[in-house]
């Protein structure tokens, strides 16, 4: 069957039948099957599973016992880690995930706040699990990352970046809770609040409406709002302004 194409190797003991499914599921599922029970999609495999990585050619599982791999699967082992049931396969979950990968000398910082922002999990559930695997490979580096500001993309992580290199201007509490909303950027001592828009994001009609009740809800408890779009703004006169207002 294999030299007539009905069969096709995907690992030691695992052959996909027909014709090759192009989903990346198809993979994973054979990686687990070969990895064995109770295996489980971890490190890249699972940052891919979680959408936080691109899918790559060689697939990492861990396994409770000690398994073979091959050229196109990579085999850990681990007494205990945690899983989670998903789309029919077992996987690492999001807060095992990141302290394997830390573990491995990934660079997770970026990772975990956007697995925070995109509600795969939350921050208090890695504050948590870091100081309870506290001592292990992994944790301090992920407690480290969740000491860094909270922001949600890459046009937050920018303007962060652009303001602490402002000379007599604070850094802002970024993500910052006031009353039922959630603000991109808060000088709580100065009262002001600059929220990031793009016009991907803030461009509706709809959008637009939801922004305007915000921004008069805040100005209503004397909080002043300003609104800076990626596509336009003007870094110039916003450091004038900034420095006007809190140096």
């Not at 789309?87 to 970026?110: F, H, M």
């Not at 695997?133 to 949600?152: Q, Y």
């Not at 290199?165 to 993500?175: A, D, I, K």
């Amino acid at each position: 069957m294999v030299e007539r194409g009905l069969l096709h190797r995907m690992h030691r003991g695992v052959h996909a039948f027909g014709a090759l499914s192009p989903a990346p599921e198809s993979r994973w599922a054979a990686a687990l099957l070969a990895a064995g029970k109770g295996s489980a999609l971890s490190r890249t495999g699972a940052a891919a599973f979680y959408g936080q990585l691109v899918v790559r050619e060689v697939i990492e599982v861990t396994a409770p016992t000690q398994r073979r791999g091959d050229a196109r699967l990579k085999v850990h082992t681990a007494k205990r880690f945690e899983v989670v049931p998903k789309k029919g396969l077992l996987v690492t979950t999001p807060v095992q995930t990141l302290l394997d990968l830390a573990a491995a000398n990934w660079p997770i910082d970026r990772m975990t706040h956007e697995m925070a922002a995109s509600g795969i999990v939350s921050l208090d559930a890695l504050r948590t699990f870091a100081r309870n695997r506290r001592g292990e490979p992994g944790a301090r580096a992920l407690a480290k990352a969740l000491d860094l500001p909270h922001t949600r993309s890459e046009w937050e992580r920018r303007f962060l970046r652009w303001v602490r290199r402002l000379e007599g201007v604070p850094s802002p509490e970024m993500n910052d809770s006031i009353a039922h909303l959630t603000v991109d950027c808060h000088w709580p001592d100065h009262n002001l609040v600059i929220e990031l828009d793009t016009e991907q994001t803030h461009g509706s009609a709809w959008k637009k409406r939801d922004d305007a009740e915000r921004d008069t809800w805040l100005e209503s408890r004397g909080i002043e709002v300003e609104r800076v779009c990626r596509e336009d703004w003007d870094p110039v006169s916003l450091a004038a302004d900034l420095r006007r207002r809190l140096g």
